[in-house]
């Protein structure tokens, strides 16, 4: 399997979220099933069902993550060769030639992407144009919405 990029962060995410499945939603959930089995006939045990579902969506999800961790390349933006060129991590804030908008957005993996508050997928479009480009660059980037002009105004590399 091929090494998925991720930030400090996303990776860190990551771990919280496994840790929680493993340590309190797993107990919680096994303490259900106990209990709806206590109630007697299995057949028609509604609780017993859901908790079985809830369960096995727990271990399924715990199953995703640690693999995404095991094939993980975590990258640490702020030891990066900060020679202004655009690649993963990277904050890049761009002018939109023709509204004049400026838009900023941090180059993350796909698990990490949220638009709403501008980090957006290494394979989106937009990032795919920006990829090795430098500040002061005009590019045209193919979007599904059409061509759009920009300018990268400047290429930041943060770790948050």
């Known amino acids: 399997m091929a090494l998925v990029p991720m930030t400090l962060r996303g990776a860190q995410k990551l771990r919280d979220e496994l840790d929680e499945l493993k340590n309190e939603q797993r107990p919680k959930i096994i303490k259900a099933i106990a ?9 028609e045990n509604a609780e017993y069902h ?12 715990i199953q ?10 975590i990258i640490d933006v702020s030891k990066l060769n900060q020679d202004g060129r655009v690649v993963f991590g990277t904050t890049v804030t761009i002018l939109n030639l023709d509204t004049e908008e400026e838009q900023t957005y941090q180059l993350v993996g796909d698990d990490e992407a ?4 501008g980090r957006i997928s290494v394979n989106s479009p937009i990032a ?8 002061g660059d005009e590019i045209t980037i193919q ?7 920009v300018e990268i ?4 590399y943060l770790t948050e």
Do not use: M, Y
């Open 35 to 43: 209990e709806a089995r206590a109630h007697g006939d299995l057949k």
């Open 50 to 61: 859901a908790a079985r579902d809830q369960q096995g969506f727990c271990e399924g999800r």
């Open 64 to 73: 995703e993550i640690e693999a995404k961790l095991s094939n993980a390349q």
């Open 114 to 117: 949220d638009f709403k508050i």
């Open 128 to 135: 795919r144009g920006l990829i090795g480009k430098s500040e």
């Open 143 to 149: 979007t599904p919405g059409g061509k759009v002009d």
């Open 153 to 156: 105004l400047s290429v930041k």
